[in-house]
């Protein structure tokens, strides 16, 4: 059984930075690609970034491109997400999610999610 932890979610001012980290447990998830998805109260889950298991190829959503960072060390099975200049509407519930294809921007391309971890940004 896979288990995804995401931890450093907190209220942070705008123009602030904020470092997410996700833990994987239960088996290695070294071979699988990583996500980092966001949903905002009354909104769909949306993808903000996913990096391929050997961090060669990452991706990122529109709306935080230049500002996020996704890495990994699959020695110590996590996943990170640094986060710059944070802005009000990049408040939401961040999830880490891990799948065993290539590193997709849908909800449905990750088989393991953890159970979120909440960024506030204030203005």
């Known amino acids: 059984q896979v288990q995804l932890v995401e931890s450093g979610g907190g209220l942070v001012q705008a123009g602030g930075s904020r470092t997410l980290s996700c833990a994987a447990s239960?088996?290695?998830?070294?071979?699988?690609?990583m996500g980092w998805f966001r949903q905002a109260p009354g909104k769909e889950r949306e993808f903000v970034a996913s990096?391929?298991?050997?961090?060669?190829?990452?991706y990122y959503a529109d709306s935080v491109k230049g500002r996020f960072t996704i890495s990994r060390d699959n020695a110590k099975s996590t996943a990170s997400l640094q986060m710059n200049s944070l802005k009000p509407e990049d408040t939401a519930v961040y999830y880490c999610?891990?799948?065993?294809?290539?590193?997709?921007?849908?909800?449905?391309?990750?088989?393991?999610w953890g159970q979120g971890t909440q960024v506030t940004v204030s203005s």
């Open positions: 990096i391929s298991w050997n961090g060669g190829s990452v």
């Open positions: 999610a891990s799948g065993r294809g290539p590193p997709a921007t849908m909800t449905s391309g990750y088989e393991y």
């Open positions: 239960g088996r290695t998830l070294m071979w699988n690609a």
